[in-house]
Nanobody
Framework: QVQLVESGGGLVQAGGTLRLSCAAS????????MGWYRQAPGKQRELVAG???????YYGDSVKGRFAISRDNTKNTVYLQMNSLKVEDTAVYLC?????????WGQGTQVTVSS
């Protein structure tokens, strides 16, 4: 059974940094395309970043140059390093994988950026 567990969220001032973790079980992250999404109140869920099985990564326009996605195959974990955080980055951040013809999501971790 696939499980994704996010951690690392919290309250940070604008300009600060956070690193989110997504620990996976039931899949091998190095063989999957993994993604980070976020959802703010009243807004649609949006793609933040993704990493392909090849290791290539891609980013949403609003976070390019500030966020970086990576993975540790030995820990079967995907990370999201978030730098230069802005108030508008405030949201619940969710980890995603498409496996076995369906999407799996973690429970999410709250990131709140104060001005």
């Amino acid at each position: 059974q696939v499980q994704l567990v996010e951690s690392g969220g919290g309250l940070v001032q604008a300009g600060g940094t956070l690193r989110l973790s997504c620990a996976a079980s039931g899949i091998t992250v190095s063989t999957k395309s993994m993604g980070w999404y976020r959802q703010a109140p009243g807004k649609q869920r949006e793609l933040v970043a993704g990493i392909l099985s090849s290791g290539s990564s891609y980013y949403g326009d609003s976070v390019k140059g500030r966020f970086a996605i990576s993975r540790d195959n030995t820990k079967n974990t995907v990370y999201l390093q978030m730098n230069s955080l802005k108030v508008e980055d405030t949201a619940v951040y969710l980890c995603n994988v498409y496996h076995g013809y369906r999407d799996y999501w973690g429970q999410g971790t709250q990131v709140t950026v104060s001005s």
